[in-house]
């Protein structure tokens, strides 16, 4: 083989990879917004089918002679090139090893227990999905061992999220975050409560969509680029650095629930969007890990749009969107109640001090379960005894319990962990920004091109050129979660007084 | 081979190439409603891999020798596989002609075409698309060789879009059409003009979405299975006959644009709907020909939506979305309304006597490019030339000339002729039904149940199975298009007293 033509390959065996992928998200995407109700079944024939084609082109004897090819000549690859052929060659030893039945298999049960799931939520019946979800983790015990059958299992599929990290640094980190969130939260909650009745007045959808348009402007989202739809789940979904959409979900009674979510959407969209134009249409493109993901889009949500320089600077613009519902408010009282700590039953709703302690649940569910030193059956007894122990509040019924997240019967055991990771790398990353420039000068001006300008250097560009623990280390130096603790109890002992 | 496997992997073909149908759909679908502007480049890449890629599928020679075996065994085939096995052969053979890089090169110059129309409409400047468009006539000539070269090219490019049609077959259409629709007008403009101005008042577009849900209930479109969006262009999209959807456009200062465009694409939805299960994910899934599908459209929007009864057992419906707007109007005056006759610029707004002249002009055109006879930068001076003959207009500009329709851009060079022949094949239709059933009795009580029963029994649940031809045989009987012109002078003379 000629090295030029071993380029051509590889680079139209991404394009390929892209283009499959735009298929499933373009699908999906429809799924999600527009499709009529009873259309599933079409749908699931189709993207099994695309699942399958794309799995095929990508583990062909051919792609291996390839990337052996590459592998054989990496001195004579660029950079960019050389680090396509590590991460493809990584992804084609580990698929080979998956049996394509199983592939296919995991991809139908997963498919089944989606829609089991949405039921059993809604009946808020654990036992009906049990019996899914013990396949499910029976899978990935199994695909553990393909991925790397020198770790543990947990270690194994921890990894597949957050390149690097594994269960004792996440025992570290967690235990870091006990010490000192567990009594900032009890403190909090003996102070005096915040007051934020006024976040649940009647805010009408047309407005917030038009507030939802202004929060894009202040982002700095480039609308030919990307647009916001509405969804039940708030989402992000790139299809490459020039098309990104993010969703939300408005609440007529909820001013903050869509504003935050917008924000935090905002933050994986700007990622995607700040992505390197040489790394497009390569597996290079999108951004390098979950965890690096949400240490942008948190980034947003709660260092920027939960600090007292953004609220000052967008609340005469919100009193605008909402003159009525606003006019009795001040925005140190917005700031106030944007920051209002409460321990809760749902992640996705907690607020910024609980929602660590929210993932770290679902931390040590997974990793007794893949461990084997919890059943599946007993994920609901446990789920409540945990919500009771670390935040203090009562399950009413697994619909607000254990059935909450979409995560497991899509298949994804070893996620949760990223959010509570990229939590704490965000703050790290701020405290080298604030070194680096004075953002906050800018921030309160309603101007947040500072900001993802270093992020766009430090972390945005890089996409997937290198690893995660690549990226952290230039834009955290070494991971250390007192600087995140610490954070958060100067910021909310500021807030309540404590 | 064994012929059960043969039967499997004739199924799982189809499948694969449904899927890549669904894929490009869906991609497609985004890309006209929700998609951010400028993001034609990454999807451009896709659709043209993914062509690739199904081209791929649908020709390798696995995929010959399967249909060879299967037509050395067709006496042992079910009618439903022996038809599947036959289209596909002749879509295989002609595959095999077009080269792969061809094919892909063409998608993607549809997709930057499409591209630069909108933005040549926009701005009225036909010279900007004219090199694009030269080279997807050049593309068609090409083509039109592979599809059958012992045709003419335009044949061959007819033939595609109508099995069956011929220029020969469509001069002696039109000739007939101009023969007698021609005087039509000319009298038509001489008799005093129905007054329309109440169409034009003010209808919030609101109160149009609610409007559009009605019509949607009155077709009978199971909203379950079908959605209705909005786009520049209205268009029917089905993934299958569970699943599809249709677009309008609203304008807030005309009451029956959308509301046509709705119960012409509902026309289309239905018959897609209409399509027996057990076609399925293969090739003789969706509406056999463009001509019978326009058949189905034109036949709820002109034959139905167009006709007293119905208009009679909408107005009072039509009156409540539309109160203040409608309160000095009667059912008769919106029936002498929404068949008022005027000659005009645009295709898709023309009354349902000038509209075949548009498409006359359209396949004049085209044969002539095809034929060489005209360059395609006269496209425009010859156009205006017979918009002025045949309609008497002058064209002001490309806008609202030769850049009005889509079609070209989309690479649709043969398509328009089918609208023409589906509005004279429907009112065969109508004679024949009205010969079985009393459909008029129950469509002045707004129920179509009875006309797209007989419509599903005659042409919709056939789907592929039969050639168009077969199918205009079956619901027709004989082609004449005297039927069609003298359903219009009989319509037209009592509307306008001539």
């Known amino acids: 083989m000629e090295l030029d ?32 109700k009873d259309t599933a079944e079409g749908r699931g024939i189709a993207l099994g089918i695309l699942a399958g084609e794309s799995q095929k082109v990508f583990t062909a004897p051919e792609v291996g002679e390839l990337l052996e090819f590459l592998g054989q000549h990496r001195e004579e690859l660029c950079p960019i090139v050389s680090r396509q052929a590590e991460v493809l060659t990584r992804e084609y030893k580990k698929m080979s090893l998956i049996p394509a039945e199983e592939y296919m298999e995991y991809a139908m049960l997963t498919n089944e227990a989606d829609d089991v799931w949405h039921k059993a939520k809604e009946k808020s019946d654990f036992a009906m999905f049990a019996p899914l979800l013990e396949k499910i983790f029976a899978f990935n015990r199994k695909f553990a061992s393909y991925y790397d059958s020198t770790k543990a299992p947990y270690d194994a599929l921890l990894n597949e999220y957050e390149r690097g990290i594994s269960m004792e640094y996440l025992d570290a980190f967690f235990a870091a975050v006990k010490e000192k969130l567990v009594p900032l939260i009890h403190k909090i909650s003996e102070a005096e409560q915040i007051e934020n009745d006024f976040i649940y007045r009647h805010y009408p959808i047309e407005a917030q969509r038009k507030f939802s348009d202004y929060l894009m402007e202040v982002l700095g989202m480039d609308r030919s680029h990307s647009t ?13 650095n020039k098309d990104v959409r993010i969703t939300t979900n408005y609440q007529e009674h909820n001013l903050v629930d869509s504003m935050y979510s917008v924000i935090h959407e905002g933050g994986h969209g700007l990622y995607e969007l700040g992505i390197s134009n040489d790394l497009q249409y390569t597996c290079l493109a999108g951004g390098v890990s979950m965890g690096v993901h949400e240490s942008q889009s948190r980034f947003y949500e709660n260092l920027i749009g939960r600090s007292r320089p953004f609220i000052e600077a967008i609340f005469p613009k919100m009193q605008e969107f909402f003159p009525e519902q606003l006019k009795d408010v001040t925005a140190e009282q917005m700031y106030l109640a944007v920051n209002r700590v409460e321990p809760s039953l749902i992640r996705t709703e907690a607020d910024q001090v609980t929602y660590c302690l929210h993932v770290m649940i679902r931390y040590e569910i997974e990793k007794a379960v893949i461990g084997g030193e919890l059943e599946v059956k007993d994920i609901p007894q446990e789920w409540n005894r945990l919500y009771k122990e670390y935040l203090g509040v009562d399950v009413p019924d697994d619909r607000h319990g254990c059935l909450q997240d979409s995560h497991w019967s899509g298949g994804m055991i070893g996620y949760f962990p990223s959010y509570a990771l990229g939590s704490a790398y965000g703050v790290q990353m701020l405290r080298n920004m604030e070194a680096d420039v004075d953002i906050w000068e800018a921030v309160s001006k309603g101007d947040l091109s500072v900001v993802t300008g270093w992020l766009k250097e430090k972390v945005h560009r890089y996409g997937g050129l290198l690893e995660p623990s690549e990226v952290i280390r230039n834009a955290c130096g070494r991971f250390d979660p007192e600087i995140y603790t610490d954070y958060l109890v100067q910021k909310y002992s500021e807030i309540y007084n404590i």
């Open 5 to 36: 033509k071993a380029l051509e390959e590889l680079e139209l065996l991404q394009k390929k990879m892209y283009a499959y992928n735009v298929a499933s998200s373009a699908i999906y995407l429809d799924a999600v917004t527009v499709a009529p």
């Open 228 to 240: 916001i739809g509405e969804t039940e789940h708030p989402f992000t979904l790139n299809f490459n």
